[in-house]
């Protein structure tokens, strides 16, 4: 029997002990910290996302709930050189470890490579595929190659430009001692 999960509550132990998978998308209109990266329209933009769950021994040979997790979606950004509009393609892909109390979380996080969280009855995914969309936001979007030329100076018409040649200071010295 196939069991259908819910990303907004998703137990997280059952969904790994079936080594269960879940597949869909949601507008980005619910996920309110990352639509306010997207500066155009919103409305039809899906934020996508896939999640695998499978049990695996840790190193005393006890099993462990894992989160295997895929999401991506289209942002319109400030392209940081033309100052236009560019979609920005966004996603991640990321494994996650679940354990029991936030303090063993808190030690083992230090210590171990992957992301370690804490176990819940009901783990909202979409908050966790928003959180890691957000963290995977470009720092400085730009377009590969910019639709208009690039203006990379600019001139003061007003401005007089300082002489070229300055004055030696050891001919001005020699001056002084004639």
């Not at 269960?20 to 949601?26: D, H, P, R, Y």
């Not at 899906?46 to 991506?72: I, K, N, T, Y």
């Not at 210590?111 to 969309?133: A, C, G, P, Q």
């Not at 190659?145 to 007003?158: G, S």
């Amino acid at each position: 029997m196939k069991h259908e999960y819910v990303p907004r509550s998703l137990p997280v132990k059952a969904f790994a002990q079936a080594s269960g998978a879940l597949e869909g998308s949601v507008p980005l209109a619910e996920m309110e910290r990352l639509r306010e990266e997207s500066l155009g329209p919103i409305e039809g933009t899906l934020v996508s996302f896939s999640a695998d769950g499978e049990m695996q021994e840790d190193a005393a040979g006890q099993p462990e709930p894992w989160l295997h997790l895929e999401g991506s979606t289209t942002l319109v950004m400030t392209c940081q050189r033309c100052l236009g509009p560019v979609a920005t393609e966004v996603s991640f892909e990321r494994s996650f470890r679940f354990v029991a109390s936030e303090a063993l979380a808190e030690v083992e996080d230090e210590e171990s490579e992957e992301d370690v969280l804490v176990l819940s009855r009901e783990f909202n995914l979409l908050e966790l595929v928003e959180d890691e969309l957000l963290m995977s936001v470009p720092p400085v979007p730009k377009h590969e190659e910019c639709p208009a030329p690039v203006k990379l100076q600019t001139a003061d018409p007003d401005f007089v430009d300082a002489p070229t040649e300055k004055p030696n200071p050891f001919a001005v010295l020699q001056q002084l001692k004639k």
